[in-house]
């Protein structure tokens, strides 16, 4: 789940936004993810750092913080939707914990 996650980061675009280390892209004025899953909140700290917040996040990025600069990824008909993002989540809660290594500094 998380090596598809990974590559669905990629797919999804988040890469041309998102830097990780170890990984190509990134923009200097986006958040960087490569510790994501050490962090105790998402969205600038307006949710507990959860798998199901997380997917809340991914899902509807609008509906929990107007105004910010994540697109919605997905249509609500998407059949792919929730199996993707379940997979986001597993991949983005993966980094810097345990034997990622990409949790190296």
Same mark, same amino acid.
């Given at each position: 789940l998380v090596? %598809? *996650?990974a590559q /669905?980061? &990629?797919q999804k675009g988040c890469a041309a936004c998102h830097a990780v &280390? *170890?990984?190509a892209? *990134?923009?200097l004025d986006k958040?960087? /993810?490569?510790?994501?899953g050490l962090r105790t909140t998402v969205a600038a700290g307006v949710l507990e750092n959860t798998p199901e917040n997380l997917a809340r996040w991914l899902r509807d990025p609008q509906e929990v913080k107007p105004g910010n600069y994540m697109p919605t990824l997905w249509s609500e008909d998407d059949p %792919?939707?929730?199996a993707e993002i379940e997979a986001l989540v597993a991949y983005l809660l993966s980094l810097g914990r345990g034997g990622s290594p990409l949790a190296q500094n």
């Open positions: 090596a %598809e *996650g /669905l980061f &990629r &280390r *170890g990984e892209g *990134g923009a958040p960087d /993810l490569t510790n994501f %792919e939707r929730e």
